[in-house]
């Protein structure tokens, strides 16, 4: 049961006889779309603050088939060929995510911001994948299906600073809205999806996608803020 008014989500245990109850900060119910959830998960603000200069980070979790994929793409997957994984259909209109609506209003605040503040911004997009305890690169060609599941893998390194950093990661420029979504859909497609019984399109792995901003005061070039979304 959810009770968006009451922030709370309670659930039937059998062995108990009772229902457990658990609160959140936001509880947003099943009648919500897209948009909604976008606009109540505070992913306005968030990205704004990316654009301003500081990280963050937007994390779905849950069990399989909960819906973290839909949420984060808003992608519907066809079945093209039986025994083939299934395919990303990319058209999703009201649909769509919260990547690729965050994507767009990034990009929105950016240009808002580099004419009012006399910036120049410039966004880089990685896209990797954790499947079974490795990392590989989903913007990086060679890293296609069936290779994924055998290849070695890319290493994590921490730096002194706690910073983690992927090593070899391909990093692009991206100078639209348009180049980052033509790499999320690449690296979607190099995504292992694999099907078991709980969910067909079931992506059984993490993804991670980054956004780098930079962004340099024109009127003095050493001074770089960097930030991450
Ligand atoms: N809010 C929603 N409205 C309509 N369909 C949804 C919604 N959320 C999820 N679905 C559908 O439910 C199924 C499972 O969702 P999804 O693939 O997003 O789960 P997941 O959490 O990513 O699972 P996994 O961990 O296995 O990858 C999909 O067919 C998806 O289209
Ligand atoms: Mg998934």
């Known amino acids: ?112 911001q580099s004419n009012l503040q006399k910036k120049k911004f410039t966004v880089y997009c990685s896209y990797l994948q954790v499947y079974k305890e490795k990392i590989y690169d989903l913007l990086n060609k060679s890293h296609v299906k069936g290779v994924v599941a055998d290849g070695p893998g890319l290493k994590l390194k921490w730096s002194k600073n706690d910073v983690f950093s992927v090593e070899n990661l391909y990093t692009f420029e991206c100078k639209t809205v348009d180049d980052v979504m033509a790499l999320y859909h690449f690296g979607i497609k190099n995504k292992v999806v694999a099907s078991h019984n709980m969910n067909n399109s079931s992506s059984r792995s993490h993804s991670m996608l980054s956004l780098t901003v930079e962004q340099v005061e024109v009127s003095n070039l050493d001074n770089v803020v960097v930030s991450k979304l």
């Open 1 to 112: 049961m959810v009770d968006s008014g009451a922030k709370g989500v309670s659930a039937w245990n059998d062995r108990t006889n009772s229902y457990k109850n658990a609160e959140f900060d936001i509880v947003i119910d099943q009648a919500a779309q897209q948009g909604r959830v976008f606009e109540l998960a505070g992913l306005h603000d968030l990205v704004k603050h990316v654009a301003e200069g500081y990280h963050a980070t937007v994390f779905a979790y849950g069990q399989t088939g909960s819906g973290k994929t839909y949420t984060m793409e808003g992608y519907k997957y066809k079945v093209e060929q039986p025994g083939k994984a299934p395919q990303a259909q990319f058209e999703c209109g009201e649909n769509e995510g919260i990547v690729p609506r965050s994507v767009r209003l990034l990009f929105d605040l950016i240009k808002q």
